[in-house]
């Protein structure tokens, strides 16, 4: 199905774009903030058995993304049928 009209494809695809930014915005202060500018603090934290800070900077900001693809599927499933776009 299409967009029924002009402005509705903008409206969904600036909600679109916001969704997209918020979410890398996420993983970015993830990997960033908590892989090395907050590094030396986490460190003083041990998760399984490394340091807080080395782990997010190896795998912690790799399973943060995974977790924002499924979260990106949901709501922009949940955007398809709001805009009525939405496979059947």
């Known amino acids: 199905?299409?967009?029924d009209s002009n402005e509705k494809a903008l409206s969904y695809w600036r909600e679109n774009l916001r969704l997209v930014l918020g979410l890398l915005?996420?993983?970015f202060a993830v990997s960033y903030g908590c892989g090395i500018v907050f590094a030396d603090a986490l460190n003083e934290i041990h998760f399984m058995g490394f340091k807080l800070g080395f782990w997010f900077a190896q795998q912690g900001s790799i399973y943060v993304f995974v977790a924002l693809i499924f979260i990106y599927a949901y709501?922009?499933?949940?955007?398809d049928k709001k805009y009525n776009v939405h496979e059947d």
């Open 1 to 3: 199905m299409g967009f």
């Open 25 to 27: 915005a996420v993983w």
């Open 75 to 79: 709501k922009a499933n949940a955007l």
